[in-house]
C-alpha cells in the first residue's frame, strides 16, 4: 500500500500536469522572423494576381520576414493546377517549406478559412500543424466550439478575422470588435482576434480604438492604412494615412502582442513589392526609436 506521503506526492503530481496540460500556450514566433519586435511581413492576397511561390518570392524582396497564407492561390508557375490549399498533398506542403527555406521567410498562418463541418476543420488544422503555423484566420463563428475544442488539441491559436460592416445584412457581426470580445472573451485564451485595420477603418471605427478594445485577445494583425475613415478607399502607405499606425503599433506593443503583422496591401495589384517594402521599412523605422 502506498505510504500517505507517496498520495500526497501523486496527488500534487497529477494537479501539475492537469494545470501544464489546460494552460498550455502555442508555440512562440521566433526572433529571427521579427522586425522592430513584432512577426512582420505579408498576407500572400496582397499577391493574389501571382503564384504562391511568386508571393514568397515577393514578401522576401519587400523586406518581410514571415508570410500567411490564405487558400486556393495556385501553387506556382511550373504547376498553375496544384492549389495551396487545406487538401494539399504532402509532396505540395514539402516543396512550399523548401521554396520558403530558400527564401529565407517563415509560414505563420492561414485564412481566412471556413469548414463546412468538424471533419473539413480537422484537416484545416492538420494542414497548419504541418507547415508549422502559429495561428489561423477564420470568421466561422457557427464552427466556434468544434475550432476550441481543435485549438486545445493541436495547440494553434485562432483569430476571428473581420470584414467591413455589411449594411444589407445585419447577420455580420464579426465586422464588430465588441462583438469578436464578446465571442472569444470566455474561450480558450488562444482563440482571439485577427484584426484587420483597414476593414475596421472602412466600417467608421478608428482602428486604434478596436485595437485597444481586443487588449490581450489578438491573435495577429492584418495591418492597413486607409486615407479617410467611414469609406471604402484603397489602402496607402504606412504611415501616409489617418489610421495612426505608430500609435497601433505602440499599443500592440504595450498589450504584449507576439502574432504576426501581415501587410495585406489591397492597392497597386500588379507592382506592389516597392509600395510594401515602404510599409515594412515604417516598422523597422518605428522601432529604432521604440
Known amino acids: 500500500m502506498k505510504s500517505l506521503s507517496q498520495k500526497i506526492t501523486a496527488t500534487l503530481l497529477l494537479t501539475t500536469l492537469v494545470t501544464v496540460t489546460t494552460t498550455v500556450s502555442a508555440s512562440p514566433i521566433p526572433e529571427d522572423a521579427k522586425i522592430a519586435g513584432f512577426a512582420v511581413g505579408c498576407q500572400a492576397y496582397t499577391f493574389n494576381r501571382f503564384t504562391a511561390f511568386q508571393a514568397i518570392e515577393k514578401t522576401a524582396q519587400a523586406g518581410g520576414k514571415c508570410i500567411e497564407f490564405y487558400p486556393g492561390q495556385k501553387l506556382s508557375a511550373e504547376q498553375p493546377d496544384l492549389k495551396l490549399h487545406h487538401d494539399a498533398s504532402d509532396e505540395t506542403i514539402a516543396a512550399v517549406k523548401a521554396k520558403l527555406a530558400k527564401h529565407g521567410v517563415r509560414a505563420v498562418n492561414y485564412g481566412v478559412v471556413s469548414g463546412k463541418d468538424a471533419a473539413e476543420w480537422r484537416k484545416i488544422f492538420e494542414f497548419a500543424k504541418k507547415l508549422d503555423l502559429y495561428a489561423i ?22 483569430g476571428y478575422h473581420q470584414h467591413a460592416r455589411q449594411s444589407n445584412n445585419p447577420k455580420y457581426q464579426v465586422w ?6 464578446s465571442l472569444v472573451k470566455d474561450r480558450d485564451p488562444r482563440i482571439g482576434a485577427s484584426a484587420d485595420t483597414g476593414h475596421w477603418a472602412t466600417s467608421g471605427l478608428k482602428p486604434l480604438d478596436a485595437i485597444r478594445i481586443l487588449k490581450g485577445r489578438i491573435v495577429s494583425v492584418h495591418l492597413k492604412d486607409r486615407p479617410v475613415i467611414g469609406q471604402q478607399k484603397e489602402d496607402v502607405v504606412l504611415g501616409t494615412g489617418v489610421a495612426d499606425i505608430a500609435g497601433i503599433l505602440q499599443e500592440l506593443k504595450a498589450q504584449g502582442f507576439s502574432g ?9 495589384w500588379d507592382d506592389s513589392v516597392a509600395d510594401v517594402a515602404q510599409c515594412v521599412g515604417f516598422i523597422r523605422g518605428w522601432g529604432t526609436s521604440h
Not at 504576426?260 to 497597386?268: F, G, L, Q, T, V
Request: net charge negative.
Open 137 to 158: 484566420s477564420t470568421e466561422d463563428v457557427p464552427q466556434l466550439d468544434t475550432i476550441e475544442k481543435l485549438v486545445k488539441e493541436f495547440d494553434i491559436r485562432v
Open 176 to 181: 464588430d470588435p465588441n462583438f469578436v470580445l
Open 260 to 268: 504576426n503583422i501581415a501587410m495585406e496591401y489591397e492597392a497597386n
